[in-house]
Structures are given as C-alpha cells and as structure tokens.
C-alpha cells in the first residue's frame, strides 16, 4: 500500500540542497518512493507538482502533470493535459530568453503565492521510471510548472525567483480564488 508522506516546509534545509543525482543502474529502489509521491500528490487536488525534496529526500526526482483547465489568473488560454509522471534526473535548456510572469503556489510554502517570471519556452530532458530517457519543448505554462519544479531540485523556491515582493502573500488576500482552481 502507497504511504501518506509528510511535506518539508520553507526553512527546512533539504529545501536548500542541491540533490542528488540518482543512478540510473538503480531505479527500482526509487519506485517505492515514486508511488508514495503520486499517491500524496493526489491526495492534495489543487496541485500539480511535487519534488522529493519536499518529501524530504534530497535526489533528483519530481513528479507533475497538468490539468485539463486553467484558471484564467495564470494568464493562459490552454494546456495540452499531461497524466500524473515521475521524471528522474531531469535536465533544462532555456530556448529562448524570453520570461513570463505568472502566478505561482508551492506545497512547501503553504496558502502563499507570488508572481514569478519564467522562461517562456525550454527543452528538458529526463529518465522515466524504466530508465528510458524522453526529451521534451514546453512553453507558457507547461514550461512554468518545469522549471518551478527543477528549482526544487537545485534548493531553490519560487521567492527566490521573485523579482517584484509586492505580489507575495497569502493567496486568501491576493487572489482570493474559487475551490476549483489548480496550482503548482
Ligand atoms: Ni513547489
């Protein structure tokens, strides 16, 4: 049976770790781990992503998928929708320099969000949990949801990628959402 896994929160230092690499000769002993994720994931409806050091465990893993509707404040018309996949050891390249600022949310900074610029568009590549590598280009808010989610792997929070502070607070207060949005 898949375990209920406790989140780390903003101040516990795995969120501060660069983690580490998995390897690759050794996936399966990650899979017990990766079915726990989803299966908290999914326990918290509003969320998209989850990175393993936000269940405190310090390797190179996140799990996401993207919902079928959007609500308009991320300032995006649609989404091709992506089931719920782990992604190990991923990798980043920026396409193009362009950024867009959007609203964020993060499972560690609970009921916060704030208005974080990201590349528009980027290619990542990862490892599957069968060891078979997949490259992808992601724009808009596919490739938001990417790179929030690599953050988490490299001890970053989406404050630190925040250049205007005067957009971070408490969603009640800033947003002031309907049950039926999603987030990251
Ligand atoms: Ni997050």
Redesign the pocket.
């Known amino acids: 049976m898949p375990k209920l896994l406790s989140f780390t929160h903003m101040g516990n230092p795995v969120l501060k770790q660069v983690a580490e690499p998995v390897n690759l000769k050794h996936i399966e002993n990650y899979h017990e781990l990766i079915h726990d994720m989803m299966f908290t994931l999914k326990q918290q409806n509003k969320r998209l992503?989850l990175?393993a050091p936000?269940v405190n465990v310090s390797k190179r893993i996140f799990i996401f998928r993207l919902p079928d509707k959007i609500h308009p404040r991320y300032g995006v018309e649609s989404v091709e929708p992506m089931d719920l996949h782990a992604l190990i050891n991923p990798e980043v390249t920026v396409i193009s320099n362009e950024q867009l600022v959007g609203w964020e949310a993060?499972?560690?900074l609970p009921a916060l969000v704030g208005k974080v610029p990201r590349y528009k568009k980027i290619s990542y590549s990862f490892y599957d949990i069968l060891g078979e590598k997949h490259t992808r280009v992601a724009e808009g808010f596919h490739a938001r949801v990417v790179q929030?989610?690599m953050d988490?792997l490299n001890g970053i929070l989406?404050p630190d990628r925040m250049t205007d502070l005067t957009t971070f607070g408490f969603e009640d207060e800033l947003i002031k959402p309907n049950s039926h949005e999603r987030e990251?």
Do not use: M, V, Y
């Open positions: 992503g990175a936000q993060c499972i560690s929030h989610e988490h989406f990251l």
